[in-house]
């Protein structure tokens, strides 16, 4: 009985260890499932952390390729607004220089070069422009039709520069002895004409007599041939009334012209009136 007892107690023995390792190696079992579970988020996380990798390189990539092409655009806008200045400082100095010839060219079109007087179709515009004037505000007007005496013995004598210094010389005379209205321009050669505006026949012979007292007063200096004197003769006509151009002022000038010529030379006359004897030198 003791012995059977025994046996049993034995056998109750043995079947608890192992059913202690069984629950071990149930419960490791259990952990090494947990294993696989942690194992297997670690490479869930793993992956995930590999794809955010992935993307902040990808991100920083896209941002410096982002980066590059903007500072190529900004380097190319900068050589665009450098070469936009260059094209703009170009154009201006374009303008500047085809204003300067347009100004030149309104000049040459406008003006005698030599003597700076108008040339004879800008006289003749600024000329019936005058006479337009005067017929509107019922003012007088009054033309000098002027010749420089013996201008080709001039040039024989002093050369085709004593000619041009001599020309120069009456073109300053003019301006300087002559209203700021006052109209003078070179017809050719020697010839040269001047519109005075709201002044009679007596006040346009007394201009007259002034500028060919003080041609007489001139001297003008040739390089290499010392210096000369000049003279004028003058014809003065006025508008008369229904006249509404400039040409009959002027024939009735050159009549005059011609009998200051035909008279002597060296004077003044007056259309209409008879020629005076010249006055002594």
């Not at 259990?30 to 294993?35: A, E, P």
């Not at 080709?152 to 085709?160: A, T, V």
């Not at 004409?193 to 346009?204: F, N, Q, R």
Request: charged share 30%; glycine share 8%.
């Amino acid at each position: 009985m003791k012995q059977e007892r025994k046996d049993k107690r034995a056998g109750l023995e043995e079947f608890s260890l192992f059913d202690n390792e069984e629950r071990i190696a149930s419960e490791s079992e259990d952990m090494v499932g947990m294993l696989h579970q942690v194992v297997e988020r670690l490479r869930l996380l793993s992956k995930a952390y590999r794809q955010s990798l992935h993307e902040q390189q990808r991100l920083v990539r896209l941002s410096d390729r982002n980066q590059l092409e903007l500072h190529n655009a900004n380097r190319r806008l900068a050589e665009q607004a450098e070469e936009l200045t260059r094209l703009n400082d170009a154009l201006h100095a374009e303008m500047g220089r085809r204003a300067e010839l347009a100004e030149e060219l309104q000049r040459q079109a406008t003006m005698d070069d030599l003597t700076g007087t108008a040339s004879r179709r800008h006289f003749f515009t600024l000329a019936e422009t005058a006479v337009e004037h005067a017929l509107r505000r019922r003012e007088p007007l009054s033309v000098l039709l002027i010749d420089l005496d013996h201008f080709k013995q001039i040039n024989d004598g002093y050369g085709h520069a004593g000619g041009d210094e001599v020309l120069q010389s009456f073109g300053a005379l003019c301006r300087e002895m002559l209203r700021r209205i006052d109209i003078v321009g070179r017809l050719g050669g020697e010839e040269f004409a001047v519109v005075l505006p709201g002044t009679a026949l007596g006040a346009a012979e007394g201009a007259a007599e002034r500028l060919l007292e003080r041609v007489r007063a001139t001297e003008v200096s040739v390089q290499g041939r010392g210096t000369l004197n000049f003279g004028i003769s003058i014809g003065v006509a006025e508008l008369q009334p229904g006249e509404t151009t400039i040409e009959p002022v002027l024939a009735r000038a050159d009549a005059a012209l011609y009998a200051a010529k035909a008279a002597g030379r060296g004077r003044v006359e007056v259309h209409g009136r008879k020629p005076r004897q010249a006055k002594a030198s």
